[in-house]
T-cell receptor, first 113, second 112 residues
């Protein structure tokens, strides 16, 4: 099993450009998450999807949109990238939403110039 | 918002036992305490989870006092491969996954 797969692994954007980060899991998990990680800040939750068809904001949702395409896939979109969105982005999944083990992808390194 | 406090960094020699403590004063009655390990350029990986007293698995032990306002991750006889950042994760009592707050983590460096 691949677990949680994220694409791309690296991306460079110019300010104002848009892009979508893709995430897929093959563990039949109900819940999926997008985190960003900045130096000295730990991981911060951007959006999550408790189950197929639902999405909710996390701690830092501004500037992002998400789509839970189906049970397997959860995408993160930057409509107009800003330098403040330079970060490492991690997708994760879990069977449920509370007290459940999170499984993470390997991350996407995004630089916005 | 739930808040956890961990030491920013720790150093240890190979073969020693390492204890990393996390403070979580606002933990809710029904929340568990979970620890993750993160290596450079990788996503965090689950280590151990507990609710109270002591939990042990093949890689670590987790000690939780009766008031549950703190927890201690114990790594026995660390090796160089245990050099990583360790995160303590708790909820804040609200419903939904937006209570999954990672702290800033503890960077453990194992010295030969």
């Amino acid at each position: 099993n691949a677990g949680v797969t994220q694409t791309p692994k690296f991306q460079v954007l110019k300010t104002g450009q848009s892009m979508t980060l893709q995430c897929a899991q093959d563990m039949n998990h109900n819940s999926m998450y997008w985190y960003r990680q900045d130096p000295g800040m730990g991981l911060r939750l951007i959006y999550y999807s408790a189950s197929e068809g639902t999405t909710d904001k996390g701690e830092v949702p501004n500037g992002y949109n998400v789509s839970r395409l189906n049970k397997r896939e959860f995408s993160l979109r930057l409509e107009s990238a800003a330098p403040s969105q330079t970060s490492v982005y991690f997708c994760a999944s879990s069977a449920g939403t509370r007290n459940e083990k999170l499984f993470f992808g390997s991350g996407t390194q995004l630089s916005v110039l | 918002l739930a808040k956890t406090t961990q030491p920013i960094s720790m150093d240890s020699y190979e073969g020693q036992e390492v204890n990393i403590t996390c403070s979580h004063n606002n933990i809710a009655t029904n929340d568990y305490i979970t620890w993750y390990q993160q290596f450079p350029s990788q996503g965090p990986r689950f280590i151990i989870q507990g609710y109270k007293t002591k939990v042990t698995n093949e890689v670590a032990s987790l000690f939780i006092p009766a008031d549950r306002k703190s927890s201690t991750l114990s790594l026995p006889r660390v090796s160089l491969s245990d050099t990583a950042v360790y995160y303590c994760l708790v909820g804040d009592g609200s419903t939904g996954a937006n209570n999954l707050f990672f702290g800033t983590g503890t960077r453990l460096t194992v010295i030969p």
